[in-house]
């Protein structure tokens, strides 16, 4: 598929050319750093999943509506259709 990620859609494109690099025909990337300083990825390392209350996670899958169904979330491929 050809793709297109604008800064945070970019970098969450270049993870998934870098994991399934098969499902990326082509792709264009606008505003996102090819590497992040040491003190990002420090910070970085310390948001996951895991540290967001369940409360948090509720009030997210509401706002999002691919959120009740998982195959959206595969690869993210959906969301660069």
Not at 18 to 40: D, K, L
Not at 48 to 58: D, G, N, Q, Y
């Amino acid at each position: 598929m050809g793709s297109i990620g604008l800064s945070g859609g970019a970098i969450t494109l270049l993870h998934m050319a870098t994991a399934e690099p098969s499902s990326i025909e082509s792709m264009v990337i606008v505003s996102a750093p090819p590497y992040f300083p040491a003190e990002a990825r420090l910070i970085m390392r310390q948001f996951s999943e895991s540290v967001v209350s369940e409360a948090e996670m509720a009030r997210m899958r509401k706002r999002h509506a691919r959120a009740a169904d998982p195959s959206a979330l595969r690869h993210g491929s959906r969301f660069c259709r």
